[in-house]
């Protein structure tokens, strides 16, 4: 059987999630085959540009698996703009997304903006399961961890009212941060923070005066958690 060598980027910034993909593709290899991955990891935005502009540049990129919650770095915002960017420089490249959030809107926000051939949920994720997204990708099938899978059932369901950054505020106050924690993990201002808070409740009926129990209770209601 002929052997198909398939040039991977992974981007993440944590280095042992990074091993954990690098040492499921290695047991692909030997129990499965036909593939042989070349693989490059990077641990941040800019060193996946770095990859993309230079590794890449004569060497044909057949697969990315990006994690889109990666920290700003330049004028990169998150790994959705990474991801634009790889779509617009490489269409013939496959993207597997995976990332630890795991809400609606933000898997929205990722189908519309990357149309990821890939989108997988950490928290679903085994190494089989990322054997099985791998090997559907490459065959041209897409593969969605189960969370995804029941947001494409109801996407009609699911309007795009809320901005990225809307989303991740939501997101963090969900997880029980403070809203003056939240410009250490958000690239903005704490007035600007307190502003989109203002919007959020003006957008879902709540009075300016709303606990953020409050705004999180009605977000879950209209869907956005």
Do not use: C
């Amino acid at each position: 059987m002929k052997t198909e060598v398939i040039n991977i980027l992974m981007i993440d910034d944590h280095a042992m999630i990074l091993q954990g993909y690098v040492d499921a593709l290695k047991n692909m290899e030997r129990e499965m085959g036909p593939y042989r991955f070349a693989v490059e990891q990077a641990h941040s935005l800019g060193e996946g540009l770095a990859s993309l502009e230079h590794t890449y540049k004569k060497r044909k990129l057949h697969l990315v698996l990006l994690d889109i919650g990666l920290p700003q770095e330049d004028h990169y915002m998150s790994g959705l703009d990474l991801g634009a960017e790889i779509r617009k420089t490489f269409p013939e490249t496959r993207l597997i997304i995976i990332t630890g959030y795991d809400n609606f809107p933000l898997i929205q926000k990722t189908m519309e903006t990357l149309k990821p051939e890939g989108l997988l949920i950490k928290g679903e994720l085994k190494p089989e399961g990322l054997v099985l997204a791998v090997r559907e990708v490459l065959e041209n099938i897409p593969h969605y961890t189960k969370t995804v899978r029941k947001y494409l059932t109801h996407i009609n369901t699911k309007p795009t009212l809320l901005d990225h950054y809307d989303i991740l505020l939501l997101f963090h106050l969900s997880e029980g941060k403070q809203t003056k924690e939240l410009p250490k993990l958000l690239p903005l201002s704490l007035a600007s923070i307190e502003r989109r808070k203002r919007k959020l409740k003006e957008l879902l009926n709540l009075g300016n005066s709303s606990s953020d129990i409050q705004l999180l209770n009605r977000a879950k209601e209209a869907g956005f958690l």
